[in-house]
């Protein structure tokens, strides 16, 4: 039997079992856990994780094929976190699990993107072979095979403007996520030049550092350890007011450093953190900036990991409504997962499938012309799916929208 590895070196095999011990076993999770409302079965619940994950580190079960997939399910979209009477550390738990059950994995397309996301070069390499890819028009050729259709094709245009990086406003560093970077900078470019419109001295990152979200739920915490150390490193002497996160899902990930670094530097650092759109909206409330008017329908939808790290639940809809004449439009059920958690977009594709499938029949049905979210992993899950039923609504940052539209 493999031997049980702790969630980090300070984090013991009892701590674990500790944690999963504190689950009462109530039930209230399972009306929110996205692949419970699918399969109805207790191993593809939070509660029936929990005690799959419990028993592996007690050594009472084998890490085998079957409970690592129903590990893999999770989607670590925190929904029985957010409801848990006892407050269990579910997403502690649930990493712990697949850093046991992860050789049982033989997904090579995800440890190929985990190897592509980790290294800066490789990230390089990959993003101009992407670049090309799409100069020339290659999207048919390949559009039976899931990876490339989530390569997005937006004709979303972005005004050609200078960046001021020598304001006296707050210093702000803007973290692209790793996946972003790799296949549309829109986001970044429209971050940067809002900001900077806004009075914020926005200091260049070379390129962003993985922020090792999706390597820690994978349960490669080694990597996402050594990623995270990389990333506290390359801004710890900047001495930045923020650092604003473009992606809600690394957004989450980066709230959460301080629970495996307690150092003055690393709270510094997740103190200093702030979702873009509500930097924006806060600087737009304080700073006079215009849009053009834009008669048309936008769908809303609100990633799970946007829950985790605002403080403003409305502030994308508060944002969006200093554009003249827009509609937004939420889904019937706004706070139901879309199904991109993590990498199970690519990995765990029926699951996925299953979870977007309202989503997109509202979409169809009504004749909305965008649809924004603000993590990446949902931007591209959304857009391939849409892709696939042949949809044309265009989906993007609500940033992207906001610069779209400015004057």
């Known amino acids: 039997m493999p031997k049980p590895m702790s969630i980090a070196e300070n984090i013991s095999k009892q701590e674990i079992i500790t944690a999963a011990d504190q689950c009462v076993l109530c039930g209230l999770c399972l009306p929110h856990c996205p692949t419970y409302a699918i399969a109805k079965t207790e191993p593809e619940s939070p509660r029936g994780r929990i005690a799959l994950v419990r028993a592996l580190y007690e050594e009472q079960l084998d890490a085998s094929e079957s409970i ?136 260049p990152q070379k390129q962003t550092q993985c922020c090792g979200a999706l390597h820690q739920h994978t349960g490669n915490l080694k990597t996402a350890e050594s990623l995270r150390e990389d990333f506290l490193h390359s801004l710890e002497t900047q001495k930045l007011d923020h650092v604003v996160s473009l992606a809600t899902g690394c957004g989450a990930q980066i709230k959460r450093y301080s629970n495996f670094d307690e150092s003055p530097s690393t709270n510094d650092l997740v103190n200093k953190l702030i979702d873009v759109n509500d930097l924006v909206l806060q600087q737009l409330n304080i700073n006079d900036l215009t849009f053009k008017p834009l008669a048309e329908i936008v769908y809303l939808h609100k990633p799970c990991s946007q829950q985790q790290i605002t403080n403003d639940p409305k502030a994308v809809e508060r944002l969006l409504q200093f554009i003249p004449d827009i509609e937004i439009i939420h889904f019937e059920d706004q706070l139901a997962c879309c199904g991109a958690g993590g990498m199970n977009t690519i990995t765990e594709e029926k699951i996925a499938d299953q979870l977007i499938e309202n989503k997109i029949h509202e979409i169809k049905s009504s004749s909305a012309n965008y649809l924004v979210s603000s993590n990446i992993g949902c931007v591209l899950h959304l857009h391939s799916q849409l892709k696939r039923k042949n949809i044309d609504t265009q989906v993007c940052h609500p940033i992207t929208l906001l610069a779209q539209q400015m004057l």
Do not use: W
């Not at 259709?149 to 960046?163: A, G, H, Q, R, V």
């Not at 560093?173 to 940067?192: E, F, H, P, V, Y």
């Open 68 to 203: 690592s997939s129903h590990l893999d399910h999770c989607l670590t979209c925190m929904s029985c976190e957010r409801v848990c009477p006892a407050n269990v550390d579910y997403e502690k738990i649930i990493d712990a699990g697949r850093a046991i059950t992860r050789k049982q994995r033989n997904s090579l397309t995800q440890s190929l993107l985990l190897f592509i996301l980790s290294s800066i070069s490789v990230r390089k390499i990959t993003k101009m072979c992407i670049s090309i890819f799409q100069s020339l028009g290659l999207y048919g050729l390949f559009s039976s095979i899931r990876l490339f259709n989530l390569l997005p094709e937006t004709s979303i245009s972005i005004p050609n403007n200078n960046i001021d990086s020598s304001s006296s406003g707050p210093k702000v560093a803007i973290i692209n996520s790793c996946a972003a970077d790799l296949i549309n900078d829109q986001t970044i470019k429209s971050a940067a030049l809002i900001l900077s419109k806004l009075g914020c001295n926005v200091i």
